[in-house]
Structure formats: structure tokens, C-alpha cells
């Protein structure tokens, strides 16, 4: 990956799209917010495919992030909180707790903060009528 400078922050381009990076949400993601939301979108694309494996029909997911940062350590993040809220039919609280598990040990984002970031997930589902 290469970043180049601008005025009001960092910017670098994929084969999708560019990304702007910045401190001030005038101009980019903030770092933290892309912190969060790597660590977010990991977990979830894994534990979708953990589900979808299981045979689990879920037609809405919906995942919140509290996060917690300390602003004596230069606002280091030291909390993540996932709430996840799936919705689906067929559903199974015991697959889905184990599912959540597994994708926690197999996410590659979790895992390389783990040590030093506290991340909590927690999970609701509503079961849909057939």
C-alpha cells in the first residue's frame, strides 16, 4: 500500500475506490474510526461465514460498536464493545454463541490487537416466523 501527504491528511487509493485519512472528519475517516471498523467488519464477515456454514438463515444483521479511548494515553482506544443483532429463521442461540466464538479466534484483526485493545462482543437474535 502506498500513502501519499496532502493538506488535511493522508490519502491512499484501491482498486475500489480512495480513502482519505484525517484527523479532522472534514476531510477523512479518522484513523480510530477506521481502527474500529476494521476490527467490526473482520468479525463480521467471518462469523457470516461461520453461519452461513451452519445452515443459519439470518436476513438482517446490524452491529454496534461502543468504543472506549483514554484521553490521558493520546486517546488510545482501550475498549471495543460488538453488539450484534441478527435476525433470521431457524435459529439456534447455542450455534450462534459458538459461531461468535469462533470467529473472534479466526478474526485476523481481533487477534492482532487483542493484547492490547479489550474487545467485548455480545449478541441479540429475534427469531423471524416461517
Not at 479532522?24 to 476494521?38: A, H, I, K, T
Not at 433470521?88 to 447455542?94: D, I, P, Q, T, Y
Not at 461468535?100 to 467485548?120: G, P, Q
Amino acid at each position: 500500500m502506498d500513502f501519499y501527504m496532502k493538506e488535511q491528511g493522508v490519502r491512499t487509493s484501491f482498486d475500489y475506490g480512495q480513502l482519505n485519512i484525517s484527523g479532522n472528519e472534514d476531510y477523512g475517516f479518522r484513523p480510530y474510526q477506521l481502527m474500529v471498523s476494521s476490527i467490526a467488519g473482520c468479525s463480521a464477515s467471518v462469523f457470516r461465514k461461520i453461519v452461513e456454514k451452519q445452515r443459519m438463515e439470518l436476513e438482517d444483521w446490524k452491529i454496534t460498536a461502543d468504543v472506549e479511548r483514554n484521553p490521558e494515553e493520546a486517546n488510545r482506544i482501550e475498549r471495543i464493545q460488538l453488539h450484534y443483532i441478527v435476525k433470521g429463521k431457524n435459529l439456534s442461540e447455542e450455534k450462534l454463541k459458538k459461531s461468535l466464538e469462533t470467529a473472534r479466534k479466526n478474526c485476523s484483526m481481533i487477534r492482532s490487537v487483542e493484547d492490547s485493545i479489550t474487545i467485548e462482543e455480545s449478541l441479540e437474535y429475534i427469531e423471524l416466523s416461517v
